[in-house]
């Protein structure tokens, strides 16, 4: 098998599911595909929902100590919770991550699903996981956290695609630089991280964090209108929802 990497999945966090997951699938034209009851030992409960061939989550604690629940104290629940890479080599890329300092936080081992999670506080900004399910170097392909049949649910109507994720920090060169050591990838003079499917953007801001999702839509007035109608504060062509800015294009 050749070397790749390529985003899989970002999650997002909030303090419960609802109204969250119900306006991001009527807002952006989504479905859910698979609520996965695995978490439930983490305190957790979410909902998956395909974006094309990325997969958006939102978890929700439902009881105290979680590490979600504590995430959502700390940053006021403003940023991403967590950026899920789909490689051929998790365990050697969290060796690299462990050479830089960044300690592994979890390893997930459901065979045929293998995932290796880094600790946020090394990583900076948020989680950084890297997984590997047999057959799924086909973007396509099998991926038991979104369930047996994600790839049904897939709606492509109102939106195409997430095509891009924006970091906020004091140092946005210095959280890119260090980013990029830990997937692998340089970044450019622009301060972004450009993926097969992907990119991630750096830009200045006050705390370290996850701050807005960018998505490829077929009517940027549709989703802004349905935004507004479901009460969501909008502002040129983004809103606030689930922690994270949503931007449309």
């Known amino acids: 098998m050749s070397s790749y990497l390529r985003l899989r999945q970002i999650c ?8 969250v997951i119900s306006d991001i699938a009527r807002i952006m034209g989504l479905a859910v595909c698979y609520r996965d009851g695995n978490v439930a030992k983490y305190g957790l409960e979410n909902a998956l929902l395909p974006v094309d061939t990325i997969l958006l989550e939102v978890v929700a604690p439902f009881k105290d100590g979680t590490t979600a629940g504590r995430f959502i104290e700390k940053t006021g629940g403003r940023g991403g919770y967590m950026a899920i890479f ?11 991550a462990n050479r830089l300092g960044v300690r592994t936080a979890n390893v997930i081992d459901h065979a045929p699903y293998h995932g290796v999670q880094l600790h ?6 948020a989680f950084i996981e890297f997984n590997h399910t047999e057959g799924s170097d ?31 920090s004091p140092d946005p060169q210095g959280l890119a630089e260090h980013w990029g050591k830990i997937i692998g990838v340089a970044p450019n003079d622009e301060a972004e991280l450009n993926l097969p499917n992907a990119s991630f953007r750096f830009v200045k801001g006050a705390s370290e964090i996850m701050s807005a999702l960018e998505f490829r839509v077929t009517d940027v007035a549709q989703v802004l209108h349905t935004a507004k109608a479901k009460g969501l504060a909008v502002a ?9 800015t949503f931007r449309v294009n």
């Open 120 to 125: 946020p506080r090394d990583c900076r900004a």
């Open 86 to 96: 789909c490689c051929d080599d998790p365990e050697e890329r969290g060796r690299n």
């Open 236 to 244: 040129g062509n983004e809103f606030l929802l689930g922690g994270v």
């Open 12 to 19: 997002l966090v909030a303090p419960q599911l609802e109204p």
């Open 138 to 168: 086909d973007s396509l392909g099998p991926y038991p956290p979104a369930g047996p049949d994600w790839q049904k649910f897939i709606r492509t109507d109102a939106t195409q695609a997430l095509t891009g994720v924006e970091m906020q």
